[in-house]
């Protein structure tokens, strides 16, 4: 049988190349930091969205708006096309 490992139980973040034990609001925090960052240096073409022909009509709706209004991209794709 395989390695066990421990379930995380707190959020961690890379402080000098190492991970540190972090509270919720510090860790979503730097994530939005980073992805501010990155919008910013690319803006448009930064993030894209893939979503499910078998999550329901308004998941998807849900997930295209998040990708349009708040990550500010088009780079939408479902396999409900194939």
């Known amino acids: 049988m395989g390695k066990r490992y421990a379930r995380l139980t707190t959020p961690l ?3 000098g190349g190492e ?3 972090a509270s919720w609001e510090v860790a979503l925090d730097r994530t939005a930091a980073g992805f501010r960052s990155v919008m910013a240096d690319h803006p448009g073409s930064a993030f894209g ?6 999550a329901t009509n308004e998941m998807n709706f849900l997930a295209q708006k998040f990708a349009r209004v708040v990550l500010g991209t088009n780079n939408i794709d479902s396999c409900n096309r194939t």
Do not use: A, G, I, Q
């Not at 969205?49 to 078998?54: I, Q, R, V």
């Open 13 to 15: 973040v890379r402080e």
């Open 19 to 21: 991970l540190r034990p």
């Open 49 to 54: 969205m893939f979503s499910c022909s078998k």
